[in-house]
């Protein structure tokens, strides 16, 4: 995403990856070390994006959205609030009421976090994004302080009766995602 980033020129279209990670905790440029609190066996990795410390594992779905900030008219809050609200809008779909919190990216269940943002714009356009927590282990969030709250519990979809899997969940995210970026209607 950042080779993208770096050599994409204004003609160049925007692309969302959809995608999984292995496990890992990553650290964004302001991130506090002493939030990883006990990594064992998974690889910590210091990346450009802003945000503390998340985890990312199989069972999250990863969304990217490579988007030309300047062609498109968002600003970094509207694609934040993008993001959000498509997890939002998402979650209603399977009767689960998510709120997002102006000042803690990222969506919320029952005070517990289901989705985190994390973005970084560079030459006019946005890479990173969006962490789904669909189907994926929760334990590693207890080796951390996810995003630098001690004590924030985690939630994933699965639990709260929407999709259990990444590839429903990025089938149902999609159209939301478009339509909150402004770039088409839901199904």
């Known amino acids: 995403m ?27 440029m302001n991130a506090t070390r002493g939030h990883v609190l006990a990594p064992g066996d998974i690889p910590v990795v210091q990346i450009d994006r802003g945000g503390q410390v998340t985890y990312h594992g199989p069972g999250q779905l990863v969304v990217y959205p490579l988007i030309d900030l300047r062609r498109s008219g968002l600003g ?31 969506v919320y269940v029952d005070g517990k976090k289901l989705a985190s943002v994390g973005i970084r714009v560079r030459r006019g356009a946005s890479y990173h994004g969006l962490a789904l927590n669909v189907d994926l282990d929760l334990e590693p969030f207890g080796r951390i302080n996810p995003c630098g709250y001690e004590g924030l519990e985690m939630t994933r979809l699965a639990d709260l009766g929407g999709a259990g899997s990444v590839a429903a969940a990025a089938d149902a995210l999609e159209p939301h995602l478009l339509l909150a970026l402004g770039l088409g209607a839901t199904r």
């Open 2 to 28: 950042q080779r993208f980033t770096d050599e994409r020129d204004s003609s160049t279209p925007d692309e969302i990856w959809f995608l999984e990670h292995p496990p890992v905790f990553t650290l964004g």
């Open 76 to 106: 970094i809050r509207d694609l934040v609030t993008a993001l959000e609200r498509s997890v939002i809008t998402l979650a209603a779909d399977y009767g689960i009421t998510a709120e997002c919190r102006r000042n803690a990216p990222g």
